[in-house]
């Protein structure tokens, strides 16, 4: 079963307030995970020390530039939810981060 990883989330997929997630991943790494499947939910990476939250099945995969994200995904990605509990994302405020999704040159 793969892993996925939510160190950025971990508070709002614990919560079940994360119901998508967006991957800047290769096409050959994306193809070991099928919707249908499913798939183990860490913290951090295993070989970082990281632990298992869950388990998530995959309903589906769709390739989308960040910027072309659609804007309820602000509270399917769980950033609402951290965003209200005063978290940070990979060192962001929530909101920050979503705005530089949406910002990005490389990926429009």
């Known amino acids: ?8 989330t971990t508070p709002a997929f614990v919560a079940r307030q994360k119901t998508c997630t967006r991957r800047d991943w290769n096409d050959r790494y994306a193809k070991q995970f099928v919707p ?5 939910a860490w ?3 295993p070989r970082y020390g990281g632990r ?3 388990t998530i099945e995959l309903l ?3 390739r989308e530039r960040y ?3 659609p804007p ?3 509270w399917e990605e769980g950033f609402a939810f951290l965003q209200a509990a005063g978290a940070r994302v990979n060192g962001y405020q929530p ?3 979503w705005t530089e999704w949406a910002r990005r040159q490389d990926s429009c």
């Open 72 to 74: 309820g995904d602000w």
């Open 43 to 45: 913290d951090q990476q």
């Open 1 to 8: 079963m793969p892993i996925i990883s939510f160190a950025w």
């Open 60 to 62: 589906s995969m769709t």
């Open 95 to 97: 909101f920050d981060l």
């Open 36 to 40: 249908g499947r499913m798939a183990q």
């Open 67 to 69: 910027c072309d994200a």
């Open 52 to 54: 298992r939250i869950g």
